[in-house]
């Protein structure tokens, strides 16, 4: 290489002082390192170089050595630039690649496969948006890794840490948002991933006690503050001395908090949906298993991903599959020691956008729990605030944590505490098999930071401490007292920045917060209005015998046989021919994915029982050897009815109905032009018989037609349209909504029902399903 020349020593005298320097080839200046003849070249941008000299020294550069690292930091986000384009940090994704380009300030033109990073709660591992983190939010402690340029000779951790906390200072002048490392370990194993490999995980949220003010607690909220003395989570609430209404409240908060987590139950060899997860868990045990002997034999990593890919554990599942399908005896069946399970629950309700039947809302949150009151001097130099401010830090420990749902379970403590809603309403938001969305009330993310992850697994393999804290057991890792001095000093920092943000909307003359009252005012009284008219709608809906019996929004429904019956002209032809293609026994099974977004019943001995959404779920999953329903249907109920496909589908394939069903593909497509002639002519159309829908989005997008048309039809009372909770009357009344991104969904219904979809999807740009009728 023309760019430096390493004097050796077998080819120089024998000096120890100049035995590993090395020269600039353009400048004949002599280096005491690599690392200064490269600080050198990047400070006089390599002048005194020509232009192919310095594509070797880029060539050198981009091949240097690079040590996978684990690096230990905190950040707090810009909480006053959100909507700012010269925001540095919204998040954690912009703390990291900010940090990234730190840790490459040296390394000139770095290729991308020098900056690849995983880091603790980041979603680009598991390709999944809704795991994308809160906006707005910060971090105590989060691990990243990459694999960067090792230390200098000459330099060690702690100067190194600090040369980068300093360069990380200097990138953030003039903004509010802080980058802090606390330490640095280098990784032996490279298959070891910072997401992936996270166990589980520790999400923290700083609240001001003035959001769990209420009225009839005290005559003010300064005397309802000074109930609650400060305490961290080393010394616990028990060495407290609380007032008695304090310490009642805080029992009464406890308890609340526990019945939002999820829980070990007994085991009940009877409840098919806890033997299924049973069964789950015991082929994923297996897949782990398979790994070990794998990495024994061979000396190979194979992930996850790869081993359930395998025809090995391909076949356990399908084995499984078909053992439940054919209501055989089950041979993985737990066997009778098992005596706990631990009930997962379904947190559709505290997310925007995952529903029910989808797989990534079935989490743990393992606790939820008070883990600090800390009390914070106000400033004396601001109006109305020269008293101490006290807040409640909670602690959320789960597996994996969706986006918004943190912020959502806090914001539905608050409205249990506040008394502003049942406390049944715990029961209706975690009921799976009800039909209806019941979105719990976002508070603001102010307050949402990320607090530990844990990797204790790979602890173990590579001995050493991962996480912040104590531990004599080894002696790498940041289990060394500095780190942890480091860490809870920023804890002080970014709980005082946080408390900050809360009070720059101000405080009001009676001591309330300004963004308690905005919240309080805005979100949470238009949602109690609204949950607790769900909740009486919920109330019904249980008492009722069995699902799918006659439970309407409106008391004062005309019964069925009072129903007009008549129908509007336009509808006759089309009416006539599904009603038709009813009575033929030719209608098309629904496919058991579509089956999941359906209200069911099935059929045992005679009698309706409600169908498992879990047991659903994992049928309508690797589907590879035989098609069949993810449900047991009774006549009239979701699939058996079911939902079918006319049309066009992308790529030219045609669906099996329009040569079914041919009048009746026709006369609905000419219905669309006749309900709306100044619509786009869409390319499918969706056929649905008596079936509910449970709250979902449709797959795919839309193409050239950014909305979906639907109408109902048929003699049936109930059965509305919800769209994002409004509640929409269908029957021949024809609507337009996004069915993409807006959240829809069915209420219960008597009698017979149709329904026709209008829609283009993605790949079926410019067709038009009329054309298919034309000669």
């Known amino acids: 290489m023309a760019t430096v020349n390493v004097i050796r020593s077998n080819d120089t005298p024998k000096d120890d002082s100049i035995k590993n320097k090395v020269t600039c080839k353009g400048c004949g200046k002599v280096f005491p390192s690599r690392n200064a003849i490269f600080t050198h070249l990047k400070k006089t941008k390599a002048i005194c170089f020509n232009p192919e000299d310095y594509k070797h020294y880029v060539k050198h550069v981009q091949s240097r050595q690079r040590v996978k690292s684990a690096l230990l930091y905190g950040y707090t986000p810009s909480y006053d630039k959100l909507n700012s384009k010269n925001l540095l940090i919204g998040h954690g994704d912009d703390a990291a690649s900010l940090l990234m380009d730190v840790l490459f300030r040296d390394v000139i033109h770095p290729i991308n496969t020098d900056r690849k990073f995983n880091r603790s709660f980041g979603n680009d591992s598991r390709s999944a948006d809704i795991t994308r983190q809160d906006n707005g939010s910060g971090a105590l402690s989060e691990l990243i890794c990459t694999k960067i340029p090792p230390l200098n000779r000459d330099e060690t951790l702690e100067e190194w840490i600090e040369a980068t906390n300093q360069q990380l200072k200097q990138r953030l002048q003039g903004d509010n948002a802080q ?69 009642t409240y805080l029992t009464k908060q406890k308890r609340t908090m526990q019945r939002l987590t999820t829980s070990i139950v007994n085991f009940d060899p009877a409840d098919k949906a806890a033997v299924q997860e049973k069964e789950f868990h015991s082929i994923k045990q297996k897949r782990n298993k398979q790994q070990s002997r794998m990495k024994q034999n061979e000396g190979m990593h194979f992930s996850k991903r790869q081993i359930t890919d395998t025809k090995e554990a391909k076949s356990i599942e399908l084995k499984v599959e078909k053992e439940n399908n054919d209501n055989k005896p089950n041979k993985t069946v737990p066997d009778s020691k098992t005596k706990r399970l631990l009930r997962r629950r379904r947190f559709h309700n505290f997310t925007p956008r995952l529903m029910a039947h989808e797989y990534m809302v079935f989490r743990r949150l393992d606790r939820f729990y008070h883990r600090a009151t800390i009390v914070l001097k106000g400033d004396t130099s601001c109006s109305n605030d020269d008293t101490n401010d006290t807040f409640f830090c909670f602690g959320l420990t789960g597996d994996l944590f969706l986006n918004g749902q943190v912020c959502r379970v806090v914001g539905l403590l608050v409205a249990l505490m506040r008394g502003v809603v049942d406390e049944d309403f715990v029961d209706c938001i975690f009921d799976e098999d009800y039909p209806d969305l019941v979105p719990a009330p976002p508070i603001p993310p102010l307050g949402l930071y990320m607090g530990e992850a844990s990797y204790v697994n790979w602890e173990g393999k590579s001995k050493m401490v991962l996480s912040p804290r104590p531990k004599k057991n080894w002696k790498q890792g940041f289990n060394d007292e500095n780190v942890i001095k480091q860490v809870q000093k920023w804890e002080e920092d970014l709980h005082s920045s946080m408390a900050k943000v809360w009070k720059e909307q101000g405080i009001d003359d009676d001591g309330r917060l300004t963004a308690e009252r905005v919240w309080t005012e805005e979100v949470l009284e238009p949602w109690a209005i609204k949950a607790r008219e769900q909740l009486q709608h919920y109330r019904q809906w249980k008492s009722e015998s069995h699902i799918g019996a006659s439970v309407t929004r409106t008391l004062t429904s005309p019964y069925l046989d009072s129903l007009d019956t008549r129908v509007p002209d336009m509808y006759q032809a089309v009416l006539h021919y599904l009603r038709k293609a009813d009575a033929s026994g030719m209608w098309p099974s629904t496919t058991s994915k579509r089956q999941l977004v359906m209200v069911s019943n099935n059929v045992e001995n005679g009698e309706k029982t409600s169908a498992s959404l879990v047991l659903a779920q994992m049928k309508a999953r690797c ?130 029902r149709f329904s026709l979809v209008w829609f283009t999807p993605k790949g079926c740009e410019g067709v038009r399903g009329i054309d298919l009728f034309k000669h």
């Open 623 to 752: 589907n590879d050897e035989e098609r069949y329903s993810a449900y047991g249907f009774c006549q009239g109920q979701g699939g058996a009815s079911g939902s079918f496909s006319v049309g066009d589908f992308p790529g030219g394939q045609k669906p099996k109905g329009n040569e079914l069903f041919p009048e009746l593909t026709k006369a609905a497509f000419e219905l669309e032009l006749a309900l709306m002639p100044n619509r786009e002519p869409s390319s499918t159309i969706a056929i649905n018989r008596n079936a509910q829908f449970r709250p979902h989005t449709d797959s795919g997008a839309g193409a050239g037609q950014s909305l979906s048309l639907i109408v109902g039809l048929g003699n049936y009372i109930g059965g509305d349209l919800v769209v994002e909770g409004v509640q929409k009357d269908i029957r021949y009344k024809a609507i337009e909504f996004n069915g993409w991104t807006q959240r829809h969904w069915t209420i219960p219904f008597q009698g017979e």
């Open 179 to 247: 980058i802090r490392i606390f330490g640095r370990v280098d990784m032996e194993h490279a298959k070891f991933n910072a997401e992936v490999d996270n166990a589980h995980c520790r999400m923290e949220y700083l609240l001001p006690v003035d959001f769990l003010y209420p009225n009839e607690f005290a005559t003010s909220r300064s005397k309802f503050k000074d109930n609650f003395p400060p305490f961290s989570s080393s010394q616990g609430d028990q060495t407290m001395k609380h007032q008695k209404n304090a310490l």
